[in-house]
Nanobody, 115 residues
């Protein structure tokens, strides 16, 4: 059974930093591409960042230079370090992976950036 559990969200002022984590189980973590998505109220869920099994990373343009995705295969955990946060980064952040052609999502963690 695949489980993804996010943590680390919260309230932060604009310009501040926050790090969210996603602990995974039920997958071959070191072989899995992991991704962070976010969904703001009234908007579609969007891909924020992804990291491959070789630690190759990709980011949506709006977070490049501010966010960093990383992974710790020993802990089966993927992280998203968010710096220089803006109010428009406010959203529920979700962790996602895929196993056997099926997408799995975490429950999400709320990130709120106040102006």
């Amino acid at each position: 059974q695949v489980q993804l559990v996010e943590s680390g969200g919260g309230l932060v002022q604009a310009g501040g930093s926050l790090k969210v984590s996603c602990a995974a189980s039920g997958i071959f973590f070191s072989l899995s591409t992991m991704a962070w998505y976010r969904q703001a109220p009234g908007k579609q869920r969007e891909l924020v960042a992804s990291i491959s099994r070789t630690s190759s990373t990709d980011y949506v343009d709006s977070v490049k230079g501010r966010f960093t995705i990383s992974r710790d295969n020993a802990k089966n955990t993927v992280y998203l370090q968010m710096n220089s946060l803006k109010p428009e980064d406010t959203a529920v952040y979700y962790c996602k992976t895929r196993r056997d052609y099926v997408d799995y999502w975490g429950q999400g963690t709320q990130v709120t950036v106040s102006s």
